[in-house]
């Protein structure tokens, strides 16, 4: 079955601190992963895609299928990073599978 | 090209009314994804609809929910006979055939039912 897991409902940290989100996925084939983010009051927009290896605005993700896990970190977060987070697969079907998302609380 | 629109955002129904959520999907889009999310909850997929085809309705309730996209028009995602536990943002979403998923996501539909 597939199944996205999102441990931590909140994660608050101070502004110039590290941030890591947890994502663990569960998928027997080859999964297809994703981060979107949802800013306060605006539509929920694609972050970024495993399969493009990108940076964007800072944050990176790495396919870890040892672990079966997709974590989104950024070296040194800032108070407009506050948002929620969402972790999805895409697998043979084409749905997009999301997690249950973590809010990410950035303090000054 | 406007996103993808969803009205109306907000609908207020009465228990046993029926609610209709629209959704245009992006410009050229021909894929719409829909999604409940529950209040302290995560974003539960409900169906996939191609034009005029349900590809996967492995998440709607087997009662009193359907949804359709026509080769013209919307997509319409139907409750009949709703009950307070309907109450969530409706959220839908769209994306280019073949296009590896990327999906363009509605500005949502809350429904409230009192």
């Known amino acids: 079955a597939q199944r996205v897991t999102q441990p931590e409902k909140l994660l608050s940290v101070f502004k110039g601190a590290p941030v890591e989100l947890k994502c663990n996925y569960s998928?027997?084939?080859?999964?297809?992963l994703f981060w979107y983010v949802q800013y306060s009051r605006q539509r929920l927009q694609l972050l970024l895609r495993?399969?493009s290896r990108e940076s964007i605005k800072g944050f990176t993700a790495d396919l870890n299928k040892g672990e079966t896990s997709f974590h989104l970190k950024k070296p040194f977060a800032q108070e407009e990073d506050s948002a929620m987070y969402y972790c999805?697969?895409?697998?043979?079907?084409?749905?997009?599978?999301f997690g249950t998302g973590t809010r990410l609380q950035v303090f000054p | 090209n406007a996103g993808v629109m969803q009205n109306p955002r907000h609908l207020v129904r009465r228990r046993g009314q029926e609610a209709r959520l629209r959704c245009s999907p992006m410009?050229?889009?021909?894929?719409v994804y829909w999604y409940r999310q529950l209040p302290e909850e995560g974003l539960k997929f409900m169906v996939y609809?191609?034009?005029?085809?349900?590809?996967?309705e492995s998440g709607m309730p087997k009662e009193r929910f359907s949804a359709e996209f026509p080769k013209e028009g919307p997509s319409i995602l139907r409750i009949q006979q709703v009950v307070r536990g309907d109450s969530a943002a409706y959220f839908c979403?769209?994306?280019?055939?073949?296009?590896?998923?990327?999906?363009?996501f509605g500005q949502g539909t809350r429904l409230t039912v009192v």
């Open positions: 999805a697969l895409a697998g043979n079907t084409d749905k997009l599978i």
């Open positions: 609809l191609q034009k005029e085809n349900i590809i996967d």
């Open positions: 495993h399969i």
């Open positions: 998928y027997s084939g080859s999964p297809e």
């Open positions: 410009k050229g889009h021909s894929h």
């Open positions: 979403a769209s994306s280019l055939e073949d296009s590896n998923t990327e999906a363009f």
